[in-house]
């Protein structure tokens, strides 16, 4: 009986050392640095592709990036996101050489795009990564934040090094890690294959199914659809009033989610923000760029998604779930 409490007792002083030194390992090594991956070369801007890229980043950037002291694209602080991971801001992503992405290349760009890691091999935090994003909608984006467009002149604002919590370095030496490169579609669907379409629209390019399923942490953005409670909703987050606003159910469940809308409903609930239960508040991003054909394809798509039953505040749970 001794022997064995004695055992014990060494084993839990074993297990608090191995614990101390896992956070000493930790705090000291930070947010781990990655290869930069090589993403082969990015195409070149055009006339169309730079309008397709303005429309993508008013509502695939714009409301995590624009500062609204400059009217630029040169960042901000990110109170919604909650302090768990550490004060967080979004970057400087206009031209600025110095404090934006002016010596960054195409080729860095779109790697931290696809997998989350930056061109110093930082793995960057709350960004989603766009692993299925086609060619064409990376090199539209690109050729946005080149162009001559005032949201992304240069702007030398700096944003400082990010204060990351303890919790935020143990999960990216843990479980948050880059997503590896991934096969891709050259383009995106064609509108005469709606769901398709849609499919891509939902995962890889305005990725509604990042903050309309569980949790942040339970995401998979390798595998978008083995996400826990895929684009049933419920994922807690504040609002631009730091008021707390769940996501809510996208699936087709007549209840608790949109099986009882109408295709006009839901087109205007995303591109004009009002929904059956009046208006919609961020973080839903405003999605006014979005064209009919692409409205159409979401729906389209939901159709054929599983349905999930999850009652969310606006069908009269509790908040938070
Ligand atoms: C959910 C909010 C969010 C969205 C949406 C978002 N970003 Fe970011 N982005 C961030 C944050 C936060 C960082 C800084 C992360 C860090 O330093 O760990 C960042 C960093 C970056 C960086 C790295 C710059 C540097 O100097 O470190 C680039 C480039 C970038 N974003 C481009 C984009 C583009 C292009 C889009 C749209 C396709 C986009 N981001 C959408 C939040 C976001
Ligand atoms: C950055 C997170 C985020 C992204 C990305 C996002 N949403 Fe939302 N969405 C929300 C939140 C939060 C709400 C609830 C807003 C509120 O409480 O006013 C919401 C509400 C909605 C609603 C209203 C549903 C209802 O029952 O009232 C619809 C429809 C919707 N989103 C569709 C979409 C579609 C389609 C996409 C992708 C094209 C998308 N969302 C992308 C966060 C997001």
New binding site residues.
């Given amino acids: 009986m001794k022997k064995t409490l004695r055992l014990l007792s060494w084993a839990a002083g074993l297990l608090v050392l191995a614990a101390a030194g896992f956070a000493a390992y930790v705090s000291l090594r930070g947010?781990p640095r990655y290869p930069v991956p090589t993403v082969g070369q990015v195409l070149p801007s055009t006339p169309a592709r730079l309008a397709h890229g303005e429309q993508?980043?008013t509502m695939?950037?714009?409301?995590?990036?624009r500062d609204p002291a400059t009217n630029t694209?040169s960042?901000r602080a990110?109170p919604e996101?909650g302090t768990a991971l550490g004060q967080?801001?979004?970057?400087?992503?206009t031209q600025d050489p110095v404090y934006?992405?002016g010596k960054?290349t195409d080729v860095q760009?779109v790697g931290?795009?696809r997998t989350g890691i930056?061109?110093?091999g930082?793995?960057?935090?709350?960004?989603?990564h766009?692993a299925y994003?086609s060619d064409e909608d990376a090199a539209s984006?690109?050729a946005?934040?080149r162009s001559g467009d005032a949201l992304v002149r240069a702007t030398p604002t700096a944003?400082g090094?990010?204060q990351?919590s303890f919790l935020a370095k143990a999960l990216t030496n843990t479980v948050m890690k880059p997503t590896p490169l991934l096969a891709h579609p050259a383009d995106a669907p064609p509108a005469t294959d709606p769901v398709a379409l849609g499919h891509y629209l939902v995962v890889a390019r305005y990725q509604c199914y990042y903050c309309h399923s569980r949790d942040f942490s339970t995401i998979n953005q390798a595998h978008p659809e083995q996400s826990e409670n895929y684009l049933g909703g419920g994922n807690a987050m504040l609002g631009d009033k730091l008021e707390p606003r769940v996501s809510r159910n996208l699936t087709m469940d007549p209840e608790t989610g949109l099986g009882d809308w109408s295709e006009a409903q839901f087109s205007r609930a995303i591109q004009a923000g009002m929904s059956p239960h009046g208006p919609l508040y961020e973080?839903m991003?405003k999605f006014t760029a979005l064209t009919n054909e692409e409205a159409h394809a979401i729906w389209a798509y939901l159709q054929t998604v599983p349905k999930i039953r999850n009652a969310t505040p606006e069908d009269g749970a509790l908040a938070g779930r």
């Fill in positions: 947010v993508l980043a695939m950037c714009m409301h995590c990036h694209f960042g990110l996101v967080l801001h979004s970057a400087n992503i934006g992405i960054w760009l931290l795009l930056g061109a110093d930082r793995m960057r935090l709350v960004m989603p766009f994003l984006l690109v946005f934040l944003q090094p990010q990351v973080p991003p």
